[in-house]
């Protein structure tokens, strides 16, 4: 699983040499993981893929065999030996807590458009609530670095000075966590073609695929008990998979088929895989799109905020997100469309972001349907998990 290295960051979207010094890693404040918890909580027990041995003779049967269940039943799990090394990961941490630490007016020159539901770019916090109190979530969001993309959006001299760097780091992801374990899915279906899946999401091809700055503000005792702890109704995510590197801060949490919910623990060195809708939605529900929460963190870690980084893979904007027809689990298993005509990738984000990014229309929908569902597209119903 080796990488080949680009070129694609043009020089013309790059900081003049002069101005690259100030936001060289030596001039920024560093990122300081914090301390794990004490506090016993329930953790949840998942696989571990360590992806070394992808490569080795039978390494992609024996990692499908180790899949099966988990893709099946959980929707979440851990790979480890993926090709970045620590010290690249703790420098995307500090690009993420200094841009952050960035004045809200400079920001906000790079704010999403909420409207038409382009979430590339900075979406500020405190614009949807839990509870009594507005969230304190804040996201930036980093697309392809692709032809499609070029010129497009607009980065903080920050994110400029480092591109080189995030394109390789982001790429690096794609072709050496999310294409074999798309190789990896397509063994545990038993498709005829092991590169079906990976045919649909390669990367320079037009997708929605995209790299995440994540922070959840650090909340006072008394924000926390008026938010009820975050104890938010559960979410799945819209894409194929989301990768979401160790994060110390306790807080993750998915929904267990029992209907109970456990805490995902900071595995050192690995980063946590859930599965999302679309991956979903191409099995007719088979791969299961895991229910997930992010909950108040426990008590020796309120004084931290919870930093995030993620990526998140999708298919081709074209992709019909019908199950495949080839697969003889799906055939067994007589698994159906989850929509009522063919949607495609493009229509399905388009969708689904404009609930997410616009709450006071998702508000209305669920308001208007009176049973806890709202109706996304093509008659696929999205619901609140309590």
Known sequence: MSLTTTESVKQERLLPSENLQQYSFNHLEPYVHPPETKEDLPWAELVTLDLEDYNRPGGPERLAKQLEHAVH???????????????????????AKNFFDLDVKEKEKFEIDYANADYNGWR?????????????????NIP????????????????????????????????????????????????????HLVKQ???DQK????????????????????????QSTGHTDLGTVTLLFRQPVAGLQILG?????????????????????????LTGGWLKSSVHRVVAPPKDQWQYDRTGLLY?????????????????????????????????????????QTLQLNPEISAKKYAESGDGTVDVIGGFKDRRYK
Do not use: C
């Open 73 to 95: 039943h959980v929707g979440f799990f851990y790979v480890k030996n993926f090709g970045l090394s620590q010290e690249q990961i703790d420098q995307q941490f500090t690009l």
């Open 124 to 140: 500020r916090p405190g614009r949807g609530k839990i509870a009594a109190v507005k969230d304190n979530v804040e996201i930036f």
């Open 144 to 195: 392809k670095f692709t032809e499609d993309f070029e010129g497009k959006y607009k980065q903080p001299d920050l994110v400029k000075a480092h591109l080189p760097e995030i394109e390789l780091f982001s790429r690096t992801l794609h072709s050496n966590v999310v294409l074999p374990l798309l190789r990896l899915f397509a063994i545990v279906l038993q498709l005829p073609d092991p590169k």
């Open 201 to 203: 999401h390669t990367y």
């Open 207 to 230: 997708s929605e695929d995209h790299f995440r700055y994540m922070i959840y503000h650090k909340r006072t005792a008394e924000e926390h008990a008026a938010s009820g702890y975050g």
């Open 257 to 281: 088929d029992n209907g109970n919910w456990t805490y995902v623990s900071a595995q050192p060195g690995t980063i946590t895989v859930n599965l999302a809708d679309t991956i979903s939605h």
């Open 312 to 352: 998140f893979a999708r298919p081709h904007n074209a992709t019909v997100l019908n199950p495949i027809l080839d697969s003889p689990v799906l055939k067994e298993a007589g698994v159906k469309p989850r929509f009522e005509k063919p949607v495609t990738m493009e229509e399905w984000v388009k969708a689904k």
